[in-house]
């Protein structure tokens, strides 16, 4: 079975590339993450959690969601004017949040309910411009299949973030600005390694602003930022929206217990499902134009994460309690069985990351936008309604939602594909 779908395959060779940097680049922070926790207060890392639910949400739709077009031109010169086309959408972004914070920097400081993070705001802008370079080479190097330095930028990226938290943390008492000036410098690194690589391949020769041409692309690719800017909203609000509530509904400690988690288990997830999603595109589109038999590399797909997931999926559920209270201490027991209590949503999650791309290459994104809104609904009416529960029966209510909902995405994404007319 393993030859079966593991050797002598592009396609495995790829997400072999791919795979190898990811787990580098995510044993770093997963490696260093015991240090922080005794570097930093749970305080830095509330202001460090507020921070990122500000700007991850902000980010997401910072380049209007045109960067997931630059893989699906079959001409390079139209995904080059996509490139400008991002570039230009994530800078304004980025100017208009600095105006923005500049004019009402009190106000938005007293609504978060947090003075720390009043002192960060400024540095907001930076991430959303950063962060939108690095997503639009990302898919640009994705596309040239250059999965070699997609595996390298992720090692830079996460080595400068961790080695600079590390740094401010030993040798400063500064707070959160260690995780913070962390993060901005991970996404510096990774945005600039992009920007020189392009800069010396024969590519950026033709990288020169054609406005009508941008304009027209703009139009033709509309329903990117029409429905999966509105469905990434949702996706990240989802995503967030808990730690607001937990902090607001029980305590600071069940946040940062649910926080923990979150950051142990979800980087890993889209690290390494993201590889073999990095590959699954560009493999899924060229079958897709060719009106080839995408159903049969999708079951393939999913065969191949469900190889990938089952054992550690086993061995987490068992041993995450144990595991926690010997890695992070007696007091991070209970993220332990938050753990155990989410490995269903951690499993899921593995497999419908890449599997759910299937709704960009046909274009779906409205169910992708509708999909996201019910998530978001689901998790408000979760809090709203079980307020009156203790945490840990909010976390399994949680778990339930989010299974459903990727068992629901993984579905749909298989009904998009089409047996075609070629054999693969």
Not at 11 to 18: C, D, E, G
Not at 276 to 291: G, N, S, W
Not at 326 to 354: D, H, N, Q
Not at 393 to 398: A, D, E, G, Q
Request: net charge positive; with cysteine; aromatic share 18%.
């Amino acid at each position: 079975m393993f030859k079966k779908f593991f050797l002598k395959s592009d396609f495995t060779k790829n997400v072999v590339t791919l795979v190898t940097g990811t787990a580098i680049a995510q044993a770093i922070p997963i490696a260093i993450s015991p240090i922080l926790t005794r570097l930093y207060t749970p305080d830095d890392f509330g202001v460090l959690a507020l921070y990122l639910s500000i700007t991850s949400v902000i980010s997401v739709i910072a380049t209007g969601r045109y960067e997931f077009a630059i893989t699906l031109p079959p001409k390079d010169e139209n995904a080059l004017q996509l490139i400008w086309l991002s570039g230009v959408i994530v800078f304004c972004v980025a100017v208009i949040s600095l105006i923005v914070i500049v004019l009402f920097h009190d106000q938005i400081t007293a609504a978060l309910g947090n003075e720390r993070i009043g002192t960060w705001l400024y540095f907001i802008p930076l991430t959303i411009f950063f962060s939108g370079v690095y997503q639009t080479f990302n898919y640009w190097f994705n596309r040239k299949r250059s999965y070699t330095k997609l595996s390298k930028n992720r090692v830079l990226q996460t080595s400068g973030s961790s080695a600079t938290s590390l740094g401010f943390g030993f040798f400063t008492k500064t707070g959160a600005l260690g995780l913070i000036v962390g993060n901005i410098f991970g996404q510096f690194i990774g945005a600039i390694f992009f920007l020189f690589s392009f800069l010396k391949s024969p590519s950026a020769i033709k990288w020169k602003l054609n406005k009508p041409k941008v304009i027209a692309l703009a139009r033709r690719y509309k329903d990117f930022p029409k429905y999966d800017a509105l469905a990434s909203f949702f996706n990240i609000s989802s995503n967030q929206i808990a730690h607001v509530f937990f902090n607001m509904f029980f305590s600071a400690v069940v946040s940062g217990h649910y926080y923990l988690v979150q950051k142990i288990f979800n980087a890993p997830i889209t690290l390494l499902a993201g590889a073999v999603q990095d590959v699954f595109k560009m493999e899924i589109v060229t079958l897709h134009i060719a009106k080839g038999n995408t159903r049969k590399l999708f079951l393939k797909t999913l065969k191949r994460l469900l190889l990938l997931a089952v054992i550690p999926t086993i061995l987490i559920y068992f041993f995450a309690e144990d595991v926690f209270t010997f890695i992070f201490g007696k007091e991070w027991a209970i993220a332990g069985r938050y753990v155990k209590i989410m490995t269903p949503v951690f499993f899921l999650r593995f497999l419908s990351f890449p599997l759910s791309y299937m709704l960009y290459v046909v274009e779906k994104q409205k169910y992708n936008t509708l999909g996201q809104f019910f998530l978001v609904t689901a998790i408000v009416s979760t809090f709203l309604i079980g307020k009156r529960f203790d945490a840990e029966t909010i976390v399994k209510t949680l778990s339930f939602v989010y299974s459903i909902f990727y068992l629901t995405y993984i579905y749909i994404s298989y009904s998009l594909t089409s047996k075609g007319k070629l054999i693969t």
